[in-house]
């Protein structure tokens, strides 16, 4: 038996759709088997509440008057990335604030802004004749934005390596505090509920995939950053709309001895198209395996102290060294179900439908090392060659030319011209040396004339 997503759309808008959540479907598969399950529900809901640092949000401060290019940004004294447009910025969930001690950084930005908190928005320019306005400094609200779009490279991990310490000293790190002699170990990820344990072949999950994201809805837009599902470690990219988000299900966190991160709210329904997603999604803890890196070894590749299941993790120890050792988690696993609860009943009440992806995401990928070499002392620039005297002929790039015609219009000699598909091209022996083409280029393939014309 199969079905489709339209069809489970119906069942949705009439209120017939079958729904369970993640930690409810491997009882049933046991009980039923997988045919009879997958004919008896529609959808699988998921949930995963963890620190999720690759995030952030897109932000749109509107036109000041007069109007200004941002070429530096703080909200609240954290600063954002503003080299996109005049008046857009990326806020980075980890930046930490320049206030000396304070543990804020663009996570809390972020929160306040969902709590409807005034924010300080500080902005630096170098002006210009089209914005000629130098500093700007006043309070915004998230009301107030224009567009305010939560945009994370990398989420929802597949699973995660759970964290030992064998050194000698307490050591502050990204997976919490880790004690000395393998003193705890921690652990992140929702197991069972983790939306991508429940399509582990990235069946259902693709480009296109409406979610539930930080209360409200968004998207999956492709695989994430270090995206490697051959190896267990798949991840999503996602993004949605912050204005239609709660600050129930995004919360800022401060790691002591680490930083901030965002801990951000992702539930995924699965279609249960077949048996076979039905199998998937009947996912156990006792099934899902990592294993313990020790963060004692300064190294990217850390030595493995053991290996466990989520269900030892999640029973709060685990054996290593022949004793057992407290095991505690950093995600919310209380959160990840009521995630994949509050997506239930949206989908039951008809108020949340699914969607086909429009592609799907790779079930290859690598998370290799850094690939870097030291840089060449004589490595050219594009834009390294010198510019033509006062006088002398244009010397025109065709490979650096991006026939955008910026030139065409400039120039009284009629050296630059464009065919019928808009293409640009250069007369250069045209070129009087008059000197007004110079500079006019964005992309650096005109060289010459006189600079101060």
């Known amino acids: 038996m199969s079905k489709t997503v339209e069809e489970i759309n119906r069942k949705i808008l009439n209120r017939t759709v079958r729904v369970v959540t993640a930690d409810q479907m491997p009882a049933l598969v046991e009980e039923l088997g997988a045919e009879q399950a997958a004919a008896g529900v529609d959808v699988v809901t998921t949930g995963t509440f963890g620190a999720m640092c690759s995030s952030g949000a897109f932000l749109n401060f509107g036109h000041s008057d007069p109007p200004i290019k941002m ?18 910025a990326y806020l980075g969930a980890t930046q930490g604030c320049e206030t000396p001690g304070a543990d804020y950084g663009g996570a809390h930005v972020i929160e306040d802004l969902l709590r409807g908190r005034p924010v300080v928005l500080r902005a630096v320019s170098y002006g210009s004749d089209c914005y000629p306005r130098k500093e700007l400094l006043g309070e915004v609200t998230l009301a107030g934005l224009n567009q305010a779009l939560l945009c994370n490279p990398r989420n929802a991990y597949q699973r995660y390596h759970a964290a030992a310490n064998s050194g000698a000293r307490t050591l502050h790190t990204y997976m919490g505090k880790l004690l000395p002699g393998v003193g705890n170990v921690t652990f992140s990820g929702a197991g069972e509920l983790s939306p991508l344990m429940n399509d582990p072949g990235l069946e259902t999950i693709g480009i296109g995939t409406r979610i539930f994201l930080g209360g ?3 998207y999956v837009t492709g695989s994430g950053t270090q995206h490697d599902p051959q190896k267990g470690f798949a991840t999503l990219m996602v993004q949605g709309d912050l204005q239609g988000m709660s600050p129930e299900f995004l919360r800022a966190a401060a790691f002591p001895g680490y930083g901030t991160s965002l801990y951000v709210g992702i539930g995924v329904p699965i279609p249960v198209l077949h048996a076979g997603i039905a199998r998937a999604a009947a996912v156990r803890d006792r099934d899902i395996e990592t294993g313990i890196i020790d963060f004692a070894v300064p190294a990217r590749q850390r030595p493995l102290l053991g ?4 269900e030892q993790l999640k029973s709060g120890t685990v054996r290593l060294r022949d004793r057992d050792v407290p095991a505690s988690p950093l995600s919310s696993l209380h959160m990840a179900r009521r995630i994949a609860r509050t997506l239930k009943e949206r989908i039951e009440q008809g108020s949340f439908q699914l969607s086909i992806p429009a592609a799907k995401l790779p079930v290859q990928g690598a998370a290799g090392p850094l690939a870097i070499q030291p840089p060449r002392p004589d490595a050219p620039s594009r834009r390294s060659g010198s510019r033509v005297a006062a006088g002398e002929r244009v010397a025109w790039e065709r490979a650096l030319c991006l026939s955008c015609g910026q030139c065409l219009g400039i120039c009284p000699a009629g050296v630059f011209r464009r065919d019928n598909d808009w293409q640009v091209t250069a007369a250069e022996q045209h070129c009087t040396g008059c000197g007004l083409c110079d500079r006019v280029c964005p992309a650096g393939a005109i060289h010459g004339g006189d600079h101060g014309r």
């Not at 070429?71 to 857009?88: H, K, Q, S």
């Not at 290996?307 to 989520?310: G, N």
């Open 307 to 310: 290996r466990c299941s989520y």
């Open 216 to 218: 409200g809805v968004g």
């Open 71 to 88: 070429t530096r940004v703080w909200l609240n004294d954290v600063e954002a990335y503003a080299g996109i447009a005049a008046v857009d």
